[in-house]
């Protein structure tokens, strides 16, 4: 059974940092491009960074670029958003996804989904 499982939200004020994990269970993890995504109250579900199944790419929406950091332990199963400088409108859950030897980040093409995790950012 394929689970992907995230962690690491929470309450924060503006200008602090998060780290969420999402850990991968029932596939072999190095094969899956790894994927986080966000969703707002009130709006669609947006991409916000992906990280190719080699580790060699790297993707980030221009509204985290400079201040999220994502990253991958393939001995760990685990995949990892590092978010800093964070502000009210990074508000959001936060969503994992999984696709083998992805190469893109469109939603329809992610093979599996976490259940997210909630970051609330305060002013």
């Known amino acids: 059974q394929v689970q992907l499982q995230e962690s690491g939200g929470g309450l924060v004020q503006a200008g602090a940092s998060l780290r969420l994990s999402c850990i991968l269970s029932?596939?072999?993890?190095?094969?899956?491009?790894m994927g986080w995504f966000r969703q707002a109250p009130g709006k669609v579900r947006e991409f916000v960074s992906g990280i190719k199944w080699n580790g060699g790419n790297t993707d980030y929406a221009d509204s985290v670029k400079g201040r999220f950091t994502i990253s991958r332990d393939n001995v760990k199963n685990t995949v990892y958003l590092q978010m800093n400088s964070l502000k009210p409108e990074d508000t959001a859950v936060y969503v994992c996804?999984?696709?083998?030897?992805?190469?893109?980040?469109?939603?329809?093409?992610?093979?599996?989904w976490g259940k997210g995790t909630l970051v609330t950012v305060s002013s």
């Open positions: 029932g596939r072999t993890f190095s094969s899956y491009s």
């Open positions: 996804s999984a696709n083998a030897y992805g190469r893109n980040w469109y939603e329809s093409a992610m093979d599996y």
